[in-house]
């Protein structure tokens, strides 16, 4: 039988595995493109339980082990990969609830209702990804449930192998590039990892690779920093207290996020259906904890001492002086507002670059997720910035494929009405937030949104990460290349000569709009030259404009309407 010290050490070891092979998961990207992150994102999504699991004792129950793993994981699930890898293992929690230990059957039972979560949560699966593997790999374990786990697993985990070597049959673009899908890959990672426990082994030691610099809420409590003339005594709340709180049954937080916000400050409450993890700045911890404890059982509290963190930080110096600064700006951003019923419509949207985040900004956005390719905000990130926007109706607007599915699992957190809009790209944002409507209903204007965002052409000039090759063409690593709404169309040497033949390319007869949307590895002056040169080759009629948006990964992104 798997215990709960079993179960809970082999999701550390996948936990382990997962972060030490990540790169190699990231470079499967199909595309050379610099935003191959699903690696990064699964190891970001399953290290995410790897704090509260280290807490439970060697003494807790599969149960235990997996609802904590669970809820970590859907808090931190990143790009679709993290969260079809948080679904995967929520279904886990669901199969081995109230169950002490767990035998051959539950984890077959397990691996299945897992995936038929993840199927669920994927509007139109595509086969020869980490569905398919999965899916493969379930039904195997549903077959050898006569064998002992440890048995059982090695057993799914071959079918898994043979499904992830299958799918460049299944899927052209990942034979075209020679890949494998990095999905399926990186859960066989974890499986592998969590292999070793089951056999009896030790955890998979961590080797501590660093993680690509991303964009979280993970600054949250991490001290209250102003300009030069703050002094320590003007922190009126100087305890950051945050504690996880689990749930009695039937249990609401409202009543206790209301008391946190009526005895301190920048008060963040992410919950879920069994935790709550909660986060305050106030004066007195302890009156904080005593109210809390009403609700449930807390456990991981964490109280720090701002006053103390001011003086210590202000004295290394101004380069980290400003680093705390954002942080703070960063917490105060997603501070939980409760609903205004005189309030219909608020917005979220996610965006890289100062100067996208002003154009969100003036077309009425409430709060901007600094996110995008290389950078996918975690479900909290995205649900703390919901919770942030006092309307009774929140459309949030992803702009980019590979973070609508974390933005569909925060909408099922919230505790206002959440409607998603799968914008894929910040263009189609652009457009969509022009198309709303302040008088229609929600979900009249979602389809007027969406159909006006669907309209847009994007348009990316971006550079090539490693050698590769494309469609029997060699793409040298550094080349410049052409993407057409997410397909390569071309490489070269010459960035401006990319960005005009590619506008170009993209322009249609009805063609109105082109917009330029300058990334912030390109001067002001150079933009203004781009510009002008697809102006020159894609004029008549044509409005031609450009927006600096300061953006990583993309010299240029273009919007042709």
Same mark, same amino acid.
């Given at each position: 039988?798997?215990?709960?010290?079993?179960? &809970?050490d082999a999701?550390?070891?996948?936990?382990? +595995?997962?972060? +030490?092979?990540?790169? &190699? /998961?990231?470079?499967l990207?199909?595309?050379?493109? *610099? !935003?191959?992150?699903?690696?990064? %994102?699964?190891?970001?999504?399953v290290?995410?339980?790897?704090?509260?699991?280290?807490? $439970?004792?060697?003494?807790?129950?599969?149960?235990?082990?997996?609802?904590?793993?669970?809820?970590?994981?859907?808090?931190?699930?990143?790009? %679709?990969?993290?969260?079809?890898?948080?679904?995967? @293992?929520?279904?886990?929690?669901?199969? #081995?609830?109230?169950?002490?230990?767990?035998?051959?059957?539950?984890?077959? %039972?397990?691996?299945?209702?897992?995936?038929?979560?993840?199927?669920?949560?994927?509007?139109?699966?595509?086969?020869?990804?980490?569905?398919?593997?999965?899916?493969?790999?379930?039904?195997?374990?549903?077959?050898?449930?006569?064998l002992? *786990?440890?048995?059982?697993?090695?057993?799914?985990?071959?079918?898994?192998?043979?499904?992830?070597?299958?799918?460049? +049959?299944?899927? *052209?673009?990942?034979?075209?590039?020679?890949?494998?899908?990095?999905?399926?890959?990186?859960?066989?990672?974890v499986?592998?990892?969590?292999?070793?426990?089951?056999?009896?082994g030790?955890?998979?030691?961590?080797?501590?690779?660093?993680?690509?610099?991303?964009?979280s809420?993970?600054?949250?409590?991490?001290?209250?920093?102003?300009?030069?003339?703050?002094?320590?005594?003007?922190?009126? +709340?100087?305890?950051?207290?945050?504690? $996880?709180?689990?749930?009695?049954?039937?249990?609401?937080?409202?009543?206790? &996020?209301?008391?946190?916000?009526?005895?301190?400050?920048?008060?963040?409450?992410?919950?879920? !259906?069994?935790?709550?993890?909660?986060?305050?700045?106030?004066?007195?911890?302890?009156?904080? #904890?005593?109210?809390?404890?009403?609700?449930?059982? $807390?456990?991981?509290?964490?109280?720090?001492?701002?006053?103390?963190?001011?003086?210590?930080?202000?004295?290394?110096?101004?380069?980290?002086?400003?680093?705390?600064?954002?942080?703070?700006?960063?917490?105060?951003?997603?501070?939980?507002?409760?609903?205004?019923?005189?309030?219909?419509?608020g917005?979220?949207?996610?965006?890289?670059?100062?100067?996208?985040?002003?154009v @969100?900004?003036? #077309?009425?956005?409430?709060?901007? /997720?600094?996110?995008?390719? =290389?950078m996918?905000?975690?479900?909290?990130?995205?649900?703390?910035?919901?919770?942030?926007?006092?309307?009774?109706?929140?459309?949030?607007?992803?702009? %980019?494929?590979?973070?609508?599915?974390?933005?569909?699992?925060?909408?099922?957190?919230?505790?206002?009405?959440?409607?998603?809009?799968?914008?894929?790209?910040?263009?189609?944002?652009m457009?969509?937030?022009?198309?709303? !409507?302040?008088?229609?209903?929600?979900?009249?204007?979602?389809? =007027?949104m969406?159909?006006?965002?669907?309209?847009?052409?994007?348009g $990316?000039?971006?550079?090539?990460a490693?050698?590769?090759? @494309?469609?029997?063409?060699?793409?040298?690593k550094?080349?410049?290349?052409?993407?057409?709404?997410?397909?390569?169309?071309?490489?070269?040497?010459?960035?401006?000569?990319?960005?005009?033949?590619?506008?170009?390319?993209?322009?249609?007869?009805?063609?109105?709009?082109?917009?330029?949307?300058?990334?912030?590895?390109?001067?002001?002056?150079?933009?203004?030259?781009?510009?002008?040169?697809? &102006?020159?080759?894609?004029?008549?009629n044509?409005? /031609?404009?450009?927006?600096?948006?300061g953006?990583?990964?993309y010299?240029?992104?273009?919007?042709?309407?």
């Amino acid at each position: 039988m798997i215990t709960g010290q079993i179960l &809970r050490d082999a999701i550390l070891s996948g936990a382990n +595995n997962i972060a +030490n092979q990540r790169t &190699r /998961v990231d470079e499967l990207n199909v595309f050379p493109v *610099p !935003d191959g992150d699903t690696g990064t %994102n699964m190891s970001m999504t399953v290290g995410a339980a790897i704090r509260e699991l280290e807490a $439970l004792p060697d003494t807790c129950t599969v149960a235990e082990a997996s609802k904590t793993a669970a809820s970590a994981m859907l808090r931190g699930a990143r790009g %679709n990969s993290g969260v079809i890898t948080s679904l995967l @293992f929520r279904g886990f929690s669901k199969a #081995l609830k109230d169950k002490t230990e767990a035998g051959a059957a539950d984890l077959a %039972n397990a691996l299945q209702m897992g995936v038929d979560a993840a199927y669920k949560a994927v509007m139109k699966p595509t086969e020869g990804t980490i569905l398919t593997v999965t899916r493969l790999a379930a039904e195997k374990a549903a077959a050898c449930t006569d064998l002992e *786990p440890a048995a059982l697993w090695a057993a799914m985990m071959e079918a898994g192998q043979a499904a992830l070597e299958d799918t460049p +049959n299944l899927l *052209p673009v990942l034979k075209k590039a020679g890949v494998v899908d990095a999905g399926g890959q990186g859960i066989m990672v974890v499986f592998e990892g969590m292999k070793q426990v089951f056999d009896g082994g030790e955890i998979v030691a961590s080797a501590e690779v660093a993680a690509k610099p991303k964009v979280s809420s993970d600054a949250a409590g991490k001290g209250v920093f102003a300009d030069d003339l703050m002094k320590v005594e003007d922190i009126k +709340n100087g305890y950051c207290t945050q504690f $996880l709180l689990h749930k009695n049954e039937g249990a609401s937080v409202t009543r206790l &996020r209301a008391f946190l916000e009526s005895n301190g400050d920048s008060v963040v409450v992410i919950e879920d !259906d069994d935790v709550a993890n909660c986060h305050v700045h106030t004066s007195d911890p302890g009156m904080m #904890l005593s109210e809390a404890i009403k609700y449930g059982y $807390l456990t991981d509290f964490k109280i720090e001492n701002m006053h103390e963190q001011f003086l210590a930080r202000q004295a290394q110096g101004k380069g980290l002086e400003k680093q705390a600064r954002a942080e703070e700006q960063k917490e105060s951003e997603f501070t939980y507002a409760a609903v205004d019923p005189e309030r219909a419509y608020g917005f979220v949207a996610v965006a890289a670059g100062e100067g996208l985040k002003s154009v @969100f900004a003036d #077309l009425g956005v409430d709060a901007v /997720v600094s996110g995008g390719q =290389t950078m996918n905000p975690s479900t909290e990130d995205i649900l703390a910035a919901i919770q942030s926007v006092p309307a009774k109706t929140v459309l949030v607007l992803p702009n %980019n494929k590979n973070i609508i599915m974390a933005a569909e699992q925060a909408q099922k957190l919230a505790d206002r009405k959440v409607i998603v809009l799968p914008t894929r790209t910040v263009p189609q944002g652009m457009t969509a937030m022009l198309n709303f !409507d302040p008088d229609a209903k929600p979900d009249d204007n979602a389809v =007027t949104m969406m159909q006006a965002a669907d309209r847009v052409s994007t348009g $990316l000039v971006t550079y090539a990460a490693r050698d590769s090759e @494309f469609d029997g063409k060699p793409i040298k690593k550094g080349e410049i290349m052409a993407l057409e709404n997410g397909k390569i169309v071309a490489t070269g040497t010459d960035i401006v000569k990319a960005t005009y033949r590619l506008a170009r390319s993209m322009r249609k007869k009805d063609t109105q709009f082109i917009t330029v949307i300058s990334g912030c590895d390109v001067s002001e002056e150079e933009a203004e030259h781009t510009t002008e040169m697809v &102006r020159a080759k894609c004029g008549g009629n044509i409005e /031609v404009s450009h927006i600096s948006g300061g953006q990583p990964v993309y010299y240029y992104m273009i919007s042709v309407e």
